[in-house]
């Protein structure tokens, strides 16, 4: 089903999908599996936000109007829910994430130009990069280059890590490159542009992300629980990330990120696949 929902000829290679599933545990509506282009992520922000719009608006949950609170079963645990409806649209979701935490800080030295990395863990594993050490911004037109810059370093990345994750006691996995930059956005307090393992741009402001942001900020004492920080991506879209309160992992200190935003419904479509067709698994170019 992933591969024949998020890859070409019927997706493409920064589609996101979500699969529907009973929850495992009683006290949730719906049980998520995110998936894209590289595989199973066990959270994703843009996609949480995404499937409570299309769950709300497209009449699969039916809740009142004005703030209602719910969970969602995912691979990274529970994940509370808060959606504000006016009418007939979704206005805002905001989800309480799994805790979120700082890792090490990496110095990453390469032919191209060397910064102080730190990794950090929102639900997914992230190297945060400052695109300018490297002569790059996060903007459109420079895309192409930041991701095959992320491609030379995210070797260079996974050589340099020395820890190992507090919550598994393994060393992590860390594919998401995010590039990080000054924000052009009114309002925004920083912009951001993650690149997966497949080569993907996220084009939202990234939840999970976000979430790791946030951690890296509190690690530095430049953000306290109960303050806000608006994060900005390369479309100019922005979420609100909060810290909600420090908590621990594995004996790690670590914060709950809440991460507010918003999606819109733009299709409903059918997919078909037939018994002779040679790419009904799809293809990734």
């Given at each position: 089903?992933?591969?024949?929902?998020v890859?070409?000829?019927?997706?493409?290679?920064?589609?996101?999908?979500?699969?529907?599933?009973?929850?495992?545990?009683?006290?949730?509506?719906?049980?998520v599996?995110?998936?894209?282009a590289?595989?199973?992520?066990?959270?994703?922000?843009?996609?949480?936000?995404?499937?409570?719009?299309?769950?709300?608006?497209?009449?699969?949950?039916?809740?009142?109007?004005?703030?209602s609170?719910?969970?969602?079963?995912?691979?990274?645990g529970p994940?509370?829910?808060?959606?504000?409806?006016?009418?007939?649209?979704?206005?805002?979701?905001?989800?309480?994430?799994?805790?979120?935490?700082?890792?090490?800080?990496?110095?990453?030295?390469?032919p191209y130009?060397?910064?102080?990395?730190?990794?950090?863990?929102?639900?997914?594993?992230?190297?945060?990069?400052?695109?300018?050490?490297f002569?790059?911004?996060?903007?459109?037109?420079?895309?192409?280059?930041?991701?095959?810059?992320?491609?030379t370093?995210?070797?260079?990345?996974?050589?340099?890590?020395?820890?190992?994750?507090?919550?598994?006691?393994?060393?992590?996995?860390?594919?998401?490159?995010?590039?990080?930059?000054?924000?052009?956005?009114?309002?925004?307090?920083?912009?951001?542009?993650?690149?997966?393992?497949?080569?993907a741009?996220?084009?939202?402001?990234?939840?999970?992300?976000?979430s790791?942001?946030?951690?890296?900020?509190?690690?530095?004492?430049?953000?306290?629980?109960?303050?806000?920080?608006?994060?900005?991506?390369?479309?100019?879209?922005?979420?609100r990330?909060?810290?909600?309160?420090?908590?621990e992992?594995g004996?790690?200190?670590?914060?709950?990120?809440?991460?507010?935003?918003?999606?819109?419904?733009?299709?409903?479509?059918?997919?078909?696949?037939?018994?002779?067709?040679?790419?009904?698994?799809g293809?990734?170019?």
């Amino acid at each position: 089903m992933r591969r024949l929902a998020v890859l070409e000829p019927r997706g493409r290679r920064a589609l996101f999908g979500v699969a529907l599933m009973h929850p495992a545990e009683a006290g949730a509506p719906f049980g998520v599996v995110f998936m894209d282009a590289a595989g199973y992520p066990n959270m994703c922000g843009h996609a949480t936000i995404g499937v409570v719009t299309t769950l709300i608006e497209a009449g699969y949950l039916d809740v009142p109007q004005g703030e209602s609170s719910f969970v969602l079963q995912t691979p990274g645990g529970p994940i509370t829910i808060r959606a504000v409806v006016a009418g007939e649209c979704v206005e805002s979701v905001t989800f309480v994430n799994q805790p979120a935490y700082q890792l090490e800080i990496l110095e990453i030295d390469e032919p191209y130009g060397s910064s102080a990395v730190p990794i950090a863990y929102g639900g997914q594993w992230y190297a945060f990069v400052n695109a300018r050490d490297f002569g790059l911004s996060v903007e459109l037109e420079r895309a192409p280059d930041l991701v095959e810059m992320a491609e030379t370093l995210r070797p260079a990345i996974a050589r340099a890590v020395t820890c190992t994750d507090p919550g598994t006691g393994v060393p992590p996995l860390v594919e998401n490159v995010m590039w990080v930059d000054e924000p052009r956005v009114a309002g925004a307090d920083g912009l951001n542009m993650a690149v997966n393992a497949a080569g993907a741009v996220d084009r939202s402001p990234c939840g999970t992300g976000t979430s790791a942001r946030l951690a890296v900020l509190s690690a530095a004492g430049a953000l306290q629980p109960g303050e806000s920080y608006v994060n900005s991506g390369v479309l100019g879209t922005v979420y609100r990330g909060t810290i909600a309160a420090r908590t621990e992992v594995g004996g790690t200190a670590a914060i709950v990120p809440e991460i507010t935003g918003r999606a819109w419904l733009t299709g409903r479509a059918e997919l078909w696949a037939s018994d002779d067709d040679p790419l009904a698994d799809g293809v990734l170019l």
